[in-house]
């Protein structure tokens, strides 16, 4: 019943921009923390950005702050990544995932904390 679904992935030559989509249904968008990891290839899952629930306040890694930013449509039920100034360093599988309650403070840091997690959307940055 729950689902959050990414979409927005893709290959970009570095320099450019993509913005990637999760789609969320069977719960409150509003109701839940929404993180952005990433996962390159042979290297662990991370933190990229995520943004809290009633007051939507957001986190980024500091390899990405300045260049993404995370938003929600909480009307729509989707929370945005945008991405710009790609590097190739950004190649990744891209997940968002969800949860009501993260006991260690950071948002960033929990990926074993969050509770719902989509399938992720490649991106490639190359050229």
């Known amino acids: 019943q729950l689902q959050l679904v990414e979409s927005g992935g893709g290959l970009v030559q570095p320099g450019g921009s993509l913005r990637l989509s999760c789609a969320v249904s069977?719960?409150?968008?509003?109701?839940?923390?929404i993180g952005w990891f990433r996962q390159p290839p042979g290297k662990e899952r991370e933190g990229v950005s995520c943004i809290t629930r009633t007051l939507g306040s957001t986190a980024y890694a500091d390899s990405v702050t300045g260049r993404f930013t995370i938003s929600r449509d909480i009307a729509k039920n989707i929370v945005y990544l945008q991405m710009n100034s790609l590097k190739p360093e950004d190649t990744a599988v891209y997940y968002c995932a969800a949860a009501r309650f993260l006991p260690l403070g950071s948002c960033l840091s929990q990926v074993n904390n969050y509770d719902y997690w989509g399938q992720g959307t490649q991106v490639t940055v190359s050229s």
């Open positions: 069977g719960f409150t968008l509003g109701d839940y923390i």
